[in-house]
């Protein structure tokens, strides 16, 4: 056990030192997740340095009583594991609003949390293809709300970058 915890601090310490190629742009779909401020999302990343990026998601969820549509926003520094593997970590806000068409206290409202994003991604770039897939979770304390609280999950993301 001590032998793979050593492993595992070289190769985290090592990373910090190689800098992931972040692309410029990259659109797509993160997929998954839990809470008021996780679902279904239409994401946008925007890229800062070569190592920092901005993730921007608009998404929503549904039940059958029940819609919630939410904004969330993630800085996030990144790492280079291998050639085009990656993993990345950063904080984070988000906004939700919701509507339950029950009868009863909880009809409408505004969910906000803060939280962070961490996850692993490998960028089909370095085999020239503009694709960059993800798994990652982001974790959120809702502080506002009628089921506010901590919620996470993880996802899947797939985007095309340019």
């Known amino acids: 056990m001590k032998k793979i915890f050593v492993i595992l601090i070289v190769i985290l310490s090592t990373s910090l030192y190689a800098e992931a190629q972040v692309n410029p742009h990259a659109i797509g ?14 994401s946008y990343q925007q890229g800062i ?9 608009f998404g929503f969820r549904g039940y059958k009583y029940y819609n919630n549509m939410f904004l969330s926003a993630t800085y996030q520094w990144n790492w280079n594991i291998v050639s085009g593997l990656n993993w990345y970590v950063g904080p984070g806000a988000a906004v939700g609003f919701y509507n ?12 906000f949390g803060i939280g962070g994003q961490i996850g ?9 293809a503009p694709i960059l897939l993800s798994i990652d979770s982001r974790p959120m304390w809702d502080f506002v709300g009628y089921d ?12 095309y970058t340019w």
């Open 29 to 42: 779909l993160r997929l998954g997740g839990d809470g008021y401020t996780n679902g279904a999302e239409i």
């Open 49 to 57: 340095s070569t190592r920092n990026r901005l993730e921007l998601d």
């Open 100 to 111: 339950w068409d029950g009868d009863d206290d909880r009809s409408n409202g505004v969910n």
């Open 120 to 128: 692993i991604e490998f960028d089909f770039n370095v085999l020239d």
């Open 148 to 159: 506010n609280g901590f919620g996470w999950g993880a996802a899947l993301g797939i985007r």
